[in-house]
Antibody
Framework: QLQLQEVGPGLVKPSETLSLTCTVS??????????WGWIRQPPGRGLEWIGD???????YQNPSLKGRVTLSVDTSKNQFSLKLNSVTATDTAIYYC???????????WGQGTLVTVSS | DIQMTQSPSSLSASVGDRVTITCRAS??????LGWYQQKPGKAPQRLIY???SLQSGVPSRFSGSGSGTEFTLTISSLQPDDFATYYC?????????FGGGTRVEIK
């Protein structure tokens, strides 16, 4: 059974870079036909798509995040990562990693990790 | 970008009620839509994929319909475990987007 686990600091200072890693177990990141994605949810609010990465490194991102996002993969560690720079308090959210097929919606999700942006 | 307008944003219903939630897309997305249920403190769980296909293990009281720009999630007979927040997700093209969510509360 596929499992995803988000790992990263729970507190980030304003203007700094938020960095999270999603560790994949139960399947290989290089399995074709899948995108590996990031989604976030501010406390008490709705879900926002951040972006998807393919094992080759190609990415799709939410235009609303205005180029602040970097998505990458490390196939040797079976991990993929999110970096969000120049964070503000509005980036405080639960961040989820997830997997979807090329033509599908997300089925497998991590449990989520809360990242707070505060000085 | 494709905008997903979900309605209502919240509703109150009783056990046994029929509940309908709608998502409208700002452009044709074929049937590239999923429905999710989220309970407090948990990750979303997919109920419906490809607009109308029931996810394995999901009770048959859940159903999805629609294509193009209008989509519906129906709960035929609301059960106590169904009180939660529901989201649609469109995955047409390269930029995905969620609906704003519908909170289903006990009446």
């Amino acid at each position: 059974q596929l499992q995803l686990q988000e790992v990263g600091p729970g507190l980030v200072k304003p203007s700094e870079t938020l960095s999270l890693t999603c560790t994949v177990s139960g399947d290989s990141l290089t399995t074709i036909h899948y995108y590996w994605g990031w989604i976030r949810q501010p406390p008490g609010r709705g879900l926002e798509w951040i972006g998807d990465v393919f094992y080759s490194g190609s990415t799709y991102q939410n235009p609303s995040l205005k180029g602040r996002v970097t998505l990458s993969v490390d196939t040797s560690k079976n991990q993929f990562s999110l970096k969000l720079n120049s964070v503000t308090a509005t980036d405080t959210a639960i961040y989820y990693c997830a997997r979807r097929s090329f033509s599908g919606s997300y089925y497998f999700w991590g449990q989520g990790t809360l990242v707070t942006v505060s000085s | 970008d494709i905008q997903m307008t979900q309605s209502p944003s919240s509703l109150s219903a009783s056990v046994g009620d029929r509940v309908t939630i709608t998502c409208r897309a700002s452009q044709d997305i074929r049937n590239d839509l999923g429905w999710y249920q989220q309970k407090p403190g948990k990750a979303p769980q997919r109920l419906i994929y490809a607009a109308s296909s029931l996810q394995s293990g999901v009770p048959s009281r859940f159903s999805g319909s629609g294509s193009g720009t209008e989509f519906t999630l129906t709960i035929s007979s609301l059960q106590p475990d169904d009180f939660a927040t529901y989201y649609c997700l469109q995955h047409y093209g390269s930029a995905l987007s969620f609906g704003g969510g519908t909170r289903v509360e006990i009446k």
